[in-house]
């Protein structure tokens, strides 16, 4: 399974973001996948989980840092995932993760790196 991240880059605090993640490589696509989400990664602290989808209920859930923020939510044929990201704040620094889970096991992107500036 591959996940590639795209998106990312230098914003100055108060503007937005999209991040994309698109996946390949599934064994039965995305009908198969149980959730898909976002994790970050700041300097010097651990990965912390950002959003994710269930696929099966359709939920969405945000943490508390970014919700109101962000938005989470998946294209039509669900290979690929996106995190719009607004009012962002120099606290959102950080590699931002694609998580995939599917029933043979959970998967990670490369990470992309979002840097805001004050």
């Known amino acids: 399974v591959q996940l590639v991240e795209s998106g990312g880059g230098l914003v100055q605090a108060g503007g937005s973001l999209r991040l994309s993640c698109t996946a390949s490589g599934t064994k039965f696509g995305p009908t198969s996948f149980n959730s898909m989400g976002w994790f970050r990664q700041a300097p010097g602290k651990q990965r912390e989980w950002v959003a994710d989808?269930?696929?099966?209920?359709?939920?969405?859930e945000y943490s508390d840092s970014v919700k109101g923020r962000f938005t989470i939510s998946r294209d039509n044929a669900g290979s690929t995932m996106y995190l719009q990201m607004n009012s962002l704040k120099p606290e959102d620094t950080a590699v931002y993760y694609c998580?995939?889970?599917?029933?043979?096991?959970?998967?990670w992107g490369q990470g992309i790196q979002v840097t805001v500036s004050s």
């Open positions: 998580n995939l889970d599917d029933p043979w096991g959970s998967h």
């Open positions: 989808i269930s696929i099966r209920t359709g939920e969405l």
